[in-house]
């Protein structure tokens, strides 16, 4: 992950350009980015194992993650870059677990909600 600042642009930009994890063997690499990636590393696989996830359920959980940040980065273009400090995102990951362990799993569902939360709290949609 890398920050940069463009020219005549007061905001830093942060750009990831790689994600890897530790592979089985000393010394070994595994790229999450690509297909089966993510899954072939062993420390997602024991998170997936001690929360009781399948795979689709983790892609699922990280699409709605990303959701909600691409979200909260678009309400802070419109009111300021207060949507995107570590309260918001303590309040997204707080919100997220809350419906998910009420059973709540569609992203649809989810996103709506987060929308409904968050015209309530600081912005509106």
């Not at 690509?34 to 009781?52: C, D, Q």
């Not at 207060?82 to 998910?100: Q, R, S, T, Y």
């Amino acid at each position: 992950m890398g920050s940069f600042r463009g020219r005549g642009e007061e905001r830093q930009i942060r750009r990831l350009s790689e994600a890897v994890a530790t592979g089985a063997k000393p010394g070994e690499f595994v790229d999450l980015s690509s297909p089966g990636g993510l899954t072939s590393s062993g420390a997602i696989r024991r998170i997936m194992s001690e929360i009781g996830i399948t795979e689709a359920e983790m892609i699922e959980e990280i699409s709605v993650r990303a959701a909600m940040r691409e979200f909260l980065s678009e309400m802070s273009k419109r009111h300021g870059e207060g949507f995107l400090g570590p309260e918001w995102i303590v309040m997204a990951n707080d919100f997220l677990a809350k419906h998910l362990s009420s059973g709540v799993t569609s992203y649809d569902e989810i996103m709506g909600a987060f929308r409904l939360r968050f015209s309530r709290f600081g912005g509106e949609e």
